[in-house]
């Protein structure tokens, strides 16, 4: 059962505090993000969830600030997603100012080379560990690791990603309707 839907404040909190703790990009944001919403909160079951999440991505633009409009809108309507935006924004927003800063006064320093070496290998993993967290209740059964997979190698191919979402958008309609279809059949034999 989903518990009561936020205040503006709480999901300005929720999102400020989101877009404060997580490094990585948003991709790094989304098991925090599903922590608290689906998990801590109840507001979203998993596969709505999931539907957040693919809406996010084939949107143009930072999938953090997609996500938490989608969120926002959802929960609170129009003023809702403004909101849910502005604040996973600001954080980084005041961070990227004061690092402009810092870096404009410090650039070619070896210290900071050393700093940025050490942190690329950090967002990696933070960005795998994401992709785990999201395929593991995704990759269920045969035809969700076959499409998978092939939209891996497209993209490795060199496919342009909008391509791959429209192709994996076709395979998922077309095994939905062929799964009717033997559900049809099965139902006539019967």
Do not use: C
Not at 108 to 131: D, H, Q
Request: hydrophobic share 60%; aromatic share 6%; net charge positive.
């Amino acid at each position: 059962m989903k518990k009561a839907k936020p205040n503006q404040l709480l999901l300005a909190l929720i999102f400020v505090r989101i877009g404060a703790v997580t490094f990585g990009g948003g991709l790094a944001m989304l098991p925090i993000i599903e922590r608290e919403l689906v998990h801590q909160r109840r507001w979203f079951t998993h596969d709505e969830y999931i539907d957040l999440i693919t809406l996010a991505r084939i949107a143009p633009g930072p999938i953090a600030v997609n996500l938490a409009v989608l969120v926002g809108h959802r929960l609170l309507g129009a003023g809702g997603a403004v909101l849910a935006a502005v604040a996973v924004a600001l954080p980084s927003f005041v961070v990227i100012m004061a690092l402009s800063q810092l870096l404009t006064v410090y650039a070619g320093s070896p210290v900071l080379e050393r700093l940025f070496a050490g942190l690329r290998p950090a967002v990696l993993a933070l960005v795998a560990g994401a992709s785990l967290s999201l395929a593991r209740p995704i990759l269920r059964g045969v035809p969700a690791l076959f499409s998978t997979g092939v939209a891996l190698v497209l993209l490795l191919l060199g496919l342009h990603p909008g391509l791959v979402l429209v192709l994996g958008a076709a395979f998922g309609l077309v095994r939905s309707a062929m799964s009717r279809r033997a559900r049809a059949r099965e139902e006539d034999a019967r």
